[in-house]
T-cell receptor, first 118, second 111 residues
Framework: NAGVTQTPKFRVLKTGQSMTLLCAQD?????MYWYRQDPGMGLRLIHY???????AKGEVPDGYNVSRLKKQNFLLGLESAAPSQTSVYFCASSPAGTGGLSGANVLTFGAGSRLTVL | SQQGEEDPQALSIQEGENATMNCSYK?????LQWYRQNSGRGLVHLIL?????REKHSGRLRVTLDTSKKSSSLLITASRAADTASYFCATVLQGAQKLVFGQGTRLTINP
């Protein structure tokens, strides 16, 4: 059981290049999330999805696009990379939403993708 | 702006001592979660406490929640070197479907 798998683990881009980060989960989770982690900033939500074919903006969505064509995959795209997007990106999934009093709302994280934009 | 703020930002203690980390938040929540992150790794869920609960235990972990003060604490008893990590609190805002993370407490356990 792999859980949440992110590819690639490391990538170096030049300003203006494009790339896609892939997140795959094998737990049949409904919700998926993309966060970025920067020193002193904690984790900030970029985009999330509440089910196949849906996406929604998080706290810091500018400069990113996402797609959830299949339930198990959540793609994060950078159309024109900027140095400000240098960060560690984490994908996560949960069985259901994190609201309410249900216990089925814990996030499982991937190992992260370290992106450097020169 | 961050919903949750951990205190202290960094904590260094001797192995065997207890470690206490605090989290304060700003608005009403549905639940609060604590996660651990080892260096270079993803976050791992530790414990969830609901807004109608005041205390919860899991092994050497004890979490308290005071909704009147909008604060939570994580206590790790009898610390071990393997507890060295960053610890994050995350809150679920009422009516929202996403977690908002604090900046974390970096815990170092010295042998």
């Amino acid at each position: 059981n792999a859980g949440v798998t992110q590819t690639p683990k490391f990538r170096v881009l030049k300003t203006g290049q494009s790339m896609t980060l892939l997140c795959a989960q094998d737990m049949n989770h409904e919700y998926m999330y993309w966060y970025r982690q920067d020193p002193g900033m904690g984790l900030r939500l970029i985009h999330y999805s509440v089910g196949e074919g849906t996406t929604a903006k998080g706290e810091v969505p500018d400069g990113y696009n996402v797609s959830r064509l299949k339930k198990q995959n959540f793609l994060l795209g950078l159309e024109s990379a900027a140095p400000s997007q240098t960060s560690v990106y984490f994908c996560a999934s949960s069985p259901a939403g994190t609201g309410g009093l249900s216990g089925a709302n814990v996030l499982t994280f991937g190992a992260g993708s370290r992106l450097t934009v020169l | 702006s961050q919903q949750g703020e951990e205190d202290p930002q960094a904590l260094s203690i001797q192995e065997g001592e207890n470690a206490t980390m605090n989290c304060s938040y700003k608005t009403s929540i549905n639940n609060l979660q604590w996660y651990r992150q080892n260096s270079g790794r993803g976050l791992v869920h530790l414990i969830l406490i609901r807004s109608n609960e005041r205390e919860k235990h899991s092994g050497r972990l004890r979490v308290t929640l005071d909704t009147s003060k909008k604060s939570s604490s994580l206590l790790i008893t009898a610390s071990r070197a393997a507890d060295t990590a960053s610890y994050f609190c995350a809150t679920v805002l009422q009516g929202a479907q996403k977690l908002v993370f604090g900046q974390g407490t970096r815990l170092t356990i010295n042998p």
